[in-house]
């Protein structure tokens, strides 16, 4: 299947989640179910936004986001062990917009992301894009 319609599935099936709550503080979940459900595959990222934009920052852009990306923010979270970097991310709808797992599914401009506060009064920082071809080359042998 070329990188084009996978993009195209991933989106819709992201699209028909909008306002859904199920997936409040796990946007990585969100676009990785995004791209593994609607294509029937299996990607291996990290286990939160931060450590997934890590493992693909060889491949960063910077800028508006190309449709189908990963759009991926610094973003400090409470956790257990106190505040910690868990990151934010989103697919790239194209013109600008992101549709990322917030509160509940919603699309932003991917500037405006930065104006979310989160629950500790944070708020994300623009990170950058990673394709996504490169995201579907991630080796699967972590």
């Given at each position: 299947?070329?990188?084009?319609?996978?993009?195209?599935?991933?989106?819709?099936?992201?699209?028909?989640?909008?306002?859904?709550?199920?997936?409040?503080?796990?946007?990585?979940?969100?676009?990785?179910?995004?791209?593994?459900?609607?294509?029937?595959?299996?990607?291996?990222?990290?286990?939160?936004?931060?450590?997934?934009?890590?493992?693909?920052?060889?491949?960063?852009?910077?800028?508006?986001?190309?449709?189908?990306?990963?759009?991926?923010?610094?973003?400090?979270?409470?956790?257990?062990?106190?505040?910690?970097?868990?990151g934010h991310c989103?697919?790239?709808?194209g013109e600008g917009?992101?549709?990322?797992?917030?509160?509940?599914?919603?699309?932003?401009?991917?500037?405006?992301?930065?104006?979310?506060?989160?629950?500790?009064?944070?708020?994300?920082?623009?990170?950058?894009?990673?394709?996504?071809?490169?995201?579907?080359?991630?080796?699967?042998?972590?």
């Amino acid at each position: 299947m070329q990188h084009s319609q996978i993009a195209e599935n991933m989106i819709h099936w992201a699209l028909g989640r909008i306002g859904d709550p199920k997936y409040s503080g796990w946007c990585l979940s969100f676009i990785e179910d995004a791209l593994e459900i609607s294509n029937q595959i299996e990607i291996f990222g990290g286990d939160c936004a931060k450590e997934s934009c890590n493992m693909y920052y060889d491949a960063i852009q910077f800028g508006k986001p190309e449709r189908g990306a990963f759009v991926f923010y610094d973003c400090l979270c409470q956790s257990e062990d106190g505040t910690v970097n868990w990151g934010h991310c989103g697919i790239s709808l194209g013109e600008g917009l992101v549709i990322h797992a917030w509160a509940t599914v919603r699309i932003d401009n991917f500037q405006q992301i930065e104006q979310l506060t989160s629950p500790i009064g944070e708020h994300p920082r623009y990170i950058g894009w990673i394709p996504l071809e490169r995201v579907l080359s991630q080796p699967s042998d972590k």
